[in-house]
């Protein structure tokens, strides 16, 4: 028998109409799925575009106040994809009023604040996922399945990247990214908190990190309206650019290995260069984002001169089969989400945790608060548990 859950949407920028599109999407690829999202209502403070979800969606409300929202008894799951400075607050009260919860990384501005709301979780007893999307890329399950058997050997050291250029326009708008009190920290939060929780998915804890960081485009103009995505701005007041464009980290993980994680959001020349390589004493591992459904492996006892093999990975690794028949049909961005959306209903359905959680947020946010110490302090810092 199928239920039925109640699902809003909080938040209805680029990101609030991926979790949507993934909620339609998913009773497609897991028709087993034993509950199925209605869209209930949905809410952006912005004037009219909360009542434009609505009509191009099919959701039954429309409203400005996220408030509403969790006193709403027809919504039983809050998906939060409002700026950085709301999680906390947002993602408290739907946790108190009995919401599940699919939230957005980094899930807040700090540790502190994803840990307030794994909290509230954990206390209201309600079930959450965090959009840690890369990690449910089916290649990248079949190199964590890869690394855990001891195909490559004992590793070594990772190096994980992810460079864009999506702020690299000095035009690009001054929004609330840029803005410490609203966004936190600026390329830790949007991409290194991904980073974070890829190495921490493939090697386990991390332990200790140095990091260095720096701002390149240190002004940039203010919008004069309601802005979307990465917006371009002229003519605006300049005001100035608070958090970093770029870190570079060395880190310590407790199996022993080593890694390098390092982010930029102002490489021109880089769309979604997002990856990792990992390195073992008999091999290693390759992922590269923009060839999502690829893996180059490099197997065997020839440690010298050995060959990289490229895997096109299929039905068998990770949720592929929801999507294609067959190994080298293509998945894409979209298809991750709605993996995202079918473990967070899972989860709700029977209970139990399947795909990222709150308490991994509060792992990659602990490593971000390290960044930072590091980066200040110019010293190695220990990453705080999770």
Known sequence: MVDTLGVAVVGFGWMGRVHTQAYARVAHHYPQLALRPRLVAVAEEVPGRAEEAAERFGFESATRDWREVAADPRVRAVSVTAPNFLHREIGVAMARAGKHLWIEKP???S???ARAVADAAAEAGVRSAVGFNYRNAPAVEAARELI????????????VRLFSDYAAHPDSALTWRYEKERGGSGVLGDLASHGADLARHLLGDITSLTADTAVFIPQRARPTGATAGHTLATGGELGPVENEDYVNCLLRFASGARGVLEACRVSVGEQNNYGFEV????GAVFWDFRRMNELGVSQGTGYQDQPVATVHVGPGAGEFGAFQP???NAMGYDDLKVIEAYRFLRSVAEDTAYGATLRDAVHS???LDAMVRSAESGTWVDVAAG
């Open 365 to 367: 946010a602990a490593v």
């Open 107 to 109: 899930v807040g501005l």
């Open 279 to 282: 390195h073992g004493t008999r």
């Open 148 to 159: 855990a058997s001891g195909g490559i050997g004992t590793v070594t050291h990772v190096r």
């Open 326 to 328: 067959g190994a080298a």
């Open 111 to 113: 540790a502190a604040d």
